[in-house]
């Protein structure tokens, strides 16, 4: 258990690390750092924190690379900034981490839920994520090189799997919230069953556009967004509020968009598009199969010369 000043544990240089069944107490930066790993395994830990401060970067578990194969089960409880980090070159700019199952995440009332950053070179490879519930105040997950530089990141292969995270009221200010955000340099990105239920705080879902910090700001060219292939397979919203923002944004070049099985049904007609595609938008291929949309007002809203090419099979509007 940390003090009100300190982290909780920090772990240099280590290779079969295990951690099961204990709880992380009032961290006051990172519950846990880890760096230059290989084979760690986690489960059964509860972040506890009853004393939040708003803004101080109370992180739940933190990891630097370079590091190969964690296993992490059934983690749960509060943070005041990301719950989980996978930063692997957010230190020395070049260090890796791949092969990463996250299985089980329960949060309850976090600021933000988890975080892959690849800030340049380093390589954040084979990322499993899934089964993630419970409820957040700003962030849901944050897929992004943060620090914008000429690199903006080096993600290979992402699947997030089985999301049901409930908003709260956010507390951050320097911009929107979302349930996902997507920035930087990325092979394919994966999302699959993905849930927003009768949200009453609203937010994009998902975002794609430039790596962002609020202390920097850089030039589009400094900080490009190049996402190979984006999957999305399996979106249900079910809404009863009056709908102000688009569920997807995309804002960012994106050789091959698909968006399969979506059941969207908003109890009022909603007063913008479905799907969004903003003036920095570039997608060379959207494809839409199995669509299902109640109370849409409009499917999809593009930039002029936004989209290559549109491929539609089994749409239904309402």
């Not at 970067?57 to 989980?84: A, E, K, Y």
């Not at 990463?100 to 340049?120: N, P, T, Y």
């Not at 913008?272 to 570039?282: E, F, K, N, P």
Request: proline share 4%; net charge negative; aromatic share 10%.
């Amino acid at each position: 258990e940390g003090n009100h000043w300190s982290r909780g544990f920090d772990f240099f240089g280590v290779k079969r690390l295990s951690i099961s069944g204990i709880t992380l107490r009032d961290q006051r930066t990172f519950g846990m750092l880890v760096a230059n790993w290989k084979y760690v395994e986690m489960q059964d830990i509860v972040i506890d924190l009853p004393h939040h401060m708003d803004g101080q970067n109370q992180d739940g578990i933190h990891f630097w690379g370079p590091g190969q194969f964690l296993s992490m089960r059934n983690i749960c409880g509060t943070v005041g900034d990301d719950f989980i980090a996978l930063a692997p070159d957010e230190h020395d700019r070049k260090s890796g981490i791949t092969d990463v199952l996250i299985d089980g995440v329960f949060l309850d009332e976090a600021d933000q839920g988890i975080r892959l950053l690849s800030r340049e070179k380093g390589r954040l490879d084979r990322i499993t994520v899934r089964n993630v519930t419970g409820t957040y105040k700003s962030f849901g997950f944050y897929i992004d090189a943060w620090f914008p530089s000429s690199h903006c990141g080096n993600f290979g292969n992402i699947l997030f799997e089985n999301v049901d995270l409930r908003p709260l009221e956010p507390n951050y200010t320097y911009r929107l919230p979302f349930l996902f955000k997507v920035g930087g340099h990325i092979e394919h990105l994966t999302l699959c069953n993905i849930q927003d239920h009768y949200s009453e705080h609203q937010r994009v879902l998902l975002e794609v556009s430039s790596p962002i910090c609020p202390t920097y700001t850089p030039s589009l060219e400094q900080a490009s967004t190049h996402i190979d292939e984006l999957t999305v397979d399996g979106l249900t919203i079910m809404q009863n509020h009056e709908i102000t923002v688009p569920a997807i944004e995309l804002n960012g070049a994106v050789g091959k968009v698909v968006l399969r099985n979506l059941d969207i049904s908003y109890g009022k007609k909603g007063i913008t598009s479905l799907i969004h595609i903003g003036d920095h938008g570039d997608i060379g291929l959207l494809a839409l199969n199995s669509v299902l949309a109640k109370n849409v007002h409009m499917l999809i809203m593009d930039a002029p010369k936004a989209i290559d090419r549109t491929v539609m099979w089994n749409v239904w509007l309402d």
